[in-house]
């Protein structure tokens, strides 16, 4: 079924493109260059304006599609909910539908569920474009090496959460980012109104599979990326995370205990991701969740960790600290935080979180 | 959005089962009543052979919905997303595809994720026959009572775990039960070879929502919800949970301890009922996790909780014992397992779980 939908998702992408004007697109099909002038917000602009156009095309496409009868209509089920390629699959959208059980008390969807959300569009790309050999976004010269991609560093930023029952839209793409890593960007917006909700950027650097060390991004492997990758601007200003660790017994430090479950786990036996969005936020004083919403997490990660561990989640507020980033929503009631998750002394993950008050 | 939605799914209820040829109905429109023999395995061919009818139903009515241009598609994402009413209303349909985040190490969809999808298709399908007024499920006469629905017991037999990337079809019902509740009964089934997955059931009973007192289930409120219910046999054979309280001292018990985290909280700010299974799980002998699979849960839900609790979640196996039950996969090597979550000495929750090994 799997195999069935992604080619039928890469054909569709390639009309969707046929279909759109050469001006209107946001995109070369050939080699992913911007024609549009290389700028975040005109590329935000040249994706929902090509996205609007994209409809009546999927529109004319689904009525095709649904005169095959039932065997298309299951297709069409795998379309809309394994979602679609834009941009001769450099692009990836899909919409759902925000559930109650990825609702918080507020009614709002959670920043774990968005984190798990963002990961499986991920999969789905990589997928739907084959990138699949021993593991997920591998190319053969990875996997003659022995290489992996994993997660460095994700920067989440909410201009707005979604609402339980709302439709929303995602996109997201790759892009060269340094030397040694990979860029993956999102963005979330309000199918039914177009705004954009959430902007996300995660970081991928390379590791030996056995030896779990960090590896160089071979020239080989580049040309063999280099069809699937975008060439955009950042559509988030990079945030570095403070290089001193957290200290525990420092005044001000919050420390919240916790044990790792089963349910925290990943298929890799790992501890998700998206968890340790849970544990941030258990660390975080309980007076600041109540009346301020968490804006922006900007996360590293460190280290890899299983099921049982003991961790400490510490938090501390920053103070006169200056933000020059447009992005943020710099507010003089905002409140920054440094996170740190600890186990047994090692430092697992290390974070930084923008809050701003629920009043504003 | 979800007004626009539910009414629109209403609609499409009834064209579906103007479509249906009166033979082929597995129930009467106007009361609900089984025309096929009421015995719980014709009913589920009856909703199969009915479902496989409807399909070239749907591919005509999306057709015609696509012709409308891209609001209409909008409306065609949010039913295929928010499902579909049947049999005037009296069953809501979904189909979702499984998530790699929704999935165990073992690549198989987790019990705690089937457990919220269940949920989700319960609110959806209330919120479709518009069944909300001031609480989900609740009718006028039950508001002015200031009654709310409770969960009393859950009850999930899984023949198949449905894998990452399968699409699943989820169907749900609802029947008086008892003198003072009503049950909700759901099949999950693989939606390309129509395979039974999952049944499930759930019981529930009228509390008052100031005193937290159990109450009768008035006459007028039967009536307001008898448009409503359907009648049809169970189908899963219901069991009973032990009456006496697991003892922590007892030789073969296992117990571990945890605290609730804010991310076990539903949208009423309790432990989410889905949360509990990981709690049991979390209480299960780890060999047996990795040596058995769970087959069927049963939930008796004594207690709400909130965040910060400790609890103890026991278990413990039950030897010789005869299960007569024709639903249960009864096997020589399966193993049963008692389970209490008790916070502070209070039982929260009590249960039963059959685990037959993954050698079979």
Redesign the interface.
């Known amino acids: ?2 195999a069935v939908s992604s080619s039928y998702c890469c054909n569709l992408g390639k009309k969707f493109n046929s279909n759109l004007k050469k001006e209107q697109r946001f995109g070369d099909s050939n080699t992913g260059n911007l024609q549009l002038k290389n700028h975040p917000k005109l590329f935000l602009e040249g994706l929902r304006t090509s996205n ?1 156009i994209a ?2 095309s ?3 496409e ?2 095709k599609i ?2 095959y ?2 065997r ?3 297709i ?3 379309n ?3 979602g679609e390629l834009l941009n001769d699959g450099l692009v990836y959208q899909r ?3 925000v ?3 990825e ?3 507020d ?1 709002k969807m ?1 920043m ?1 569920f968005i984190i ?1 959300q963002l ?2 569009s991920k ?1 789905n790309h990589l997928k739907s474009c084959g990138l699949v050999t021993t593991g997920l976004g591998t190319t053969p010269e990875m996997t003659k090496r022995g290489l992996i991609w994993v997660v460095h560093k994700l920067q989440v930023v909410v201009d707005q959460y979604p609402s ?4 929303v839209q995602l996109q997201t793409w790759s892009c060269f980012y340094g030397k040694n890593s990979y860029r993956r960007d999102w963005i979330v917006r309000n ?2 109104t177009g705004q954009v909700l959430i902007r996300a950027s995660c970081f991928y650097v390379l590791m030996n599979r056995n030896t779990r060390k960090l590896s160089k991004f071979y020239d080989e492997m580049k040309e063999e990326m280099n069809p699937h990758f975008l060439k955009s601007d950042p559509i988030i200003e990079e945030e570095n995370i403070i290089s001193t660790k957290l200290d525990v017994d420092a005044k001000g430090c919050n420390c919240t205990s ?2 790792t ?3 925290d ?5 790992h501890v ?1 991701n ?1 968890s340790y969005i ?1 544990f941030i ?2 660390g975080t004083p309980r007076w600041m ?1 109540e009346s301020h919403r968490l804006s922006t997490v900007t996360v590293k990660y460190l280290k890899e960790c299983g099921v049982d561990k003991i961790l400490q989640s510490l938090s501390m507020p920053i103070q006169n600290d200056v933000i020059s980033n447009g992005n943020y929503l710099v507010k003089e009631n905002y409140i920054k935080l440094h996170h740190s998750i600890v186990s047994e002394g090692i430092e697992l993950v290390r974070a930084t979180t923008l809050w701003t008050p629920y009043s504003i």
Do not use: C, Q
């Open positions: 079924m799997a609007i409809k009546s999927i529109a004319s689904v009525r649904n005169s009868e039932s298309n209509l299951d069409t089920h795998g809309l909910t394994m919409h759902f539908l559930k109650s059980y609702s918080g008390p009614k959670t774990f798990n990961h499986e999969l339980w029952n709302d439709i199918y039914k916790l044990v479950r089963l349910s786990l990943d298929m890799n036996h998700n998206a849970n936020l258990e969740l």
